[in-house]
């Protein structure tokens, strides 16, 4: 981690917690003090004892200086948060206190109340207040809102305020932590697929990004004049010999690449994943090199390289690349993952990014190649699908990119899963990339030769499947399904997968079914598919993608999130209670992008 902490040098966005009042003095402000501060401080603690940065450092949270009780202190409050670097508001208040002059008029951060639930002072009028004031305005607010009364003195948070607090803050951060910052696009557009037509009128609007842009030749620079860490390449050359075994080679015998070439073939893709990273957050070991323009890099946290076909037909192709960088560990050790989008399709880097800001792990790009109904898999293979597996799956698998955490074989009560970086054991590292052989490329595919990882996930982890399309006149809209990795016996997967690229890393992925609309069928699921790609996330984060979307005003057009769980800004009810997937396009669209 040491050896890319320079990633992070810009810092962190913090929560700012503002503890409104009811101004009036000679007793009433007087008799809320304390309860109004400990409201805040109860918040602060929740917040950064659940919530990390991308590093694994806790979360930061500013209390304002004094209860907000009318305009000043409202303003001193919004001075300070500036200071401060806040970028997620949340306003707490056990009771009345004055609207329009207690409020954050901040449009450019996510704003959230919570409105105490106590029958001595109306902490929920002003809640109701202060929220139709956001939106006469135009500042699309959170309201949260305890579904039991608590007595005037308690200061404990409520579990249902908990998880509305934390689902809040957590996607304001994502917001917040993608402001300013940049996507890399190694090269252009992939074999004419849609989602590598960088859009960075999206960037800038929906996330407050910028457009970074390099030719491939820059690689080709990098390699001639040796612009990387030296030291550096040959510790991870030897780490790479070392831990990364070579897998069988399915090209014909008259066209597999030599001995010879194959090891060459080794030294420059560990190269690529060295000048790919440092193009991303650059490298201060260049600048001791002699090469200062390029050891600032391009500030991004997301990237994609076109890689096919001009890149691939000549070099070899950026599968180790994409997959050691998008992993949680290399050979220095586990470190917070890069995400690099294969074929630079931007909108699938997106979303998994969006997973990542979510629950700080790796996140698995691959093809959302085919649906298996049950009946088909029954005739090739003989084998009848059941348990989770049972309506039929998807076989997600693209040419090797794929995070090596997707492996499952990390840990936690026995189970697979995918974790934050600092709680990854070096040997759960060492079993992600020992579960993971590296198959000599199909030349077919990759003239330039390289190498693709090839793995199997192992079953039984909630995943979410997710990724954003652009719809001209419309803008982006988000897709999620939330499921389940699944095994099938081997000489089942062996049958089905040698039907497509076998070298190629594999999840097996059964959606959660509804009954209704388009989860009515996994048929149905992927025939609903947005694009070629899709991202899997760890976990059923569905909900948190869908508070994050409405934050960006991305609405949402397909999912399997139960209604329970949905947690929107107030002022989407005002554009329609009956269908709320309507309401979520209607008020997207009245609010516009957030940075517009």
Request: a negative charge.
């Amino acid at each position: 981690m040491a050896d890319t902490a320079y990633r992070f040098k810009s810092g962190f966005p913090k929560i700012g917690i503002r503890p409104t009042i009811d101004g009036r003095r000679r007793g009433v402000r007087e008799s809320l003090e304390v309860q109004t501060m400990a409201m805040a401080q109860s918040v602060a603690n929740l917040l950064s004892e659940h919530l990390r940065y991308p590093n694994g450092e806790r979360v930061e949270v500013v209390i304002a200086d004094s209860t907000i009780g009318g305009v000043a202190e409202a303003a001193a409050c919004a001075d300070k948060f500036a200071r401060e670097n806040v970028g997620v508001s949340i306003t707490v208040t056990p009771c009345w206190c004055y609207g329009t002059e207690t409020m954050d008029l901040n449009p450019g951060i996510p704003n959230a109340v919570w409105g105490f639930n106590g029958t001595e002072r109306p902490g929920a009028v002003y809640l109701a207040a202060v929220l139709s004031a956001y939106a006469q305005k135009g500042i699309p607010a959170f309201g949260i809102y305890g579904h039991d009364v608590q007595e005037a003195g308690d200061t404990t948070v409520p579990e249902d305020v908990k998880g509305k607090l934390l689902s809040f803050a957590n996607a304001g951060l994502a917001v917040a932590y993608m402001r300013g910052k940049s996507y890399l696009a190694m090269g252009s557009v992939s074999m004419g697929i849609a989602g590598s037509i960088v859009s960075d009128v999206f960037f800038q609007e929906y996330l407050g990004m910028r457009n970074e842009y390099i030719d491939m030749s820059e690689f080709v620079r990098r390699f001639e004049e040796q612009i990387y860490d030296p030291a550096e390449f040959e510790k991870a050359l030897a780490w790479t010999k070392e831990n990364c075994v070579e897998g069988p080679d399915n090209n014909p015998a008259a066209i597999q690449m030599s001995r010879e070439q194959k090891d060459k073939d080794w030294e420059t893709v560990v190269k690529m994943a060295l000048i790919a990273r440092d193009l991303m957050i650059g490298n201060p070991r260049l600048a001791e090199l002699g090469f200062e323009e390029e050891a600032m890099g391009h500030n991004a946290i997301v990237s994609g390289f076109q890689g096919q076909r001009q890149w691939t037909d000549h070099f070899p192709n950026g599968d180790f690349m994409e997959a050691i960088l998008n992993s949680s560990f290399d050979w220095n050790g586990t470190r917070p993952p890069f995400i690099v989008a294969t074929e630079n399709d931007a909108l699938n880097g997106v979303v998994m990014l969006f997973g990542h800001l979510l629950t700080n792990t790796a996140q698995v790009f691959a093809d959302v190649r085919t649906y298996w109904s049950p009946e088909s898999v029954k005739r090739v293979t003989g084998h009848e699908l059941s348990g989770l597996a049972a309506n039929g799956i998807l076989h997600m698998l693209n040419s090797g990119s794929a995070a090596l955490d997707g492996t499952g074989e990390q840990q936690r009560d026995g189970k697979p899963v995918m974790k934050p970086f600092w709680e990854i054991s070096q040997k759960e590292a060492d079993n992600c990339v020992a579960a993971t052989s590296w198959r000599p490329a199909s030349v077919e595919y990759f003239r330039g030769g390289g190498y693709s990882s090839d793995y199997l996930t192992r079953g039984g982890m909630p995943m979410t499947m997710s990724r954003l399309n652009i719809v001209k006149g419309l803008g982006p809209v988000l897709q999620i399904a939330e499921g389940y990795s699944v095994e099938l016996p081997s000489e089942v997967h062996d049958a089905l997968d040698k039907r497509t690229d076998p070298t190629w890393p594999t999840t097996w992925f059964a959606p959660i079914l509804t009954g209704e609309g388009v989860f009515t069928s996994v048929y149905d699921v992927m025939d609903n598919w947005g694009a070629n790609h899709g991202s899997l996330s760890y976990g059923h984060i569905g909900a948190d993608l869908i508070t994050l979307a409405a934050m960006l005003r991305i609405p949402v057009h397909m999912h399997n999130v139960a209604e329970e769980k949905i947690f929107r800004p107030r002022a989407w009810g005002l554009f329609g209670t009956e269908s709320k997937e309507g309401a979520d396009y209607r008020a997207c669209q009245n609010f516009g992008p957030l940075y517009k």
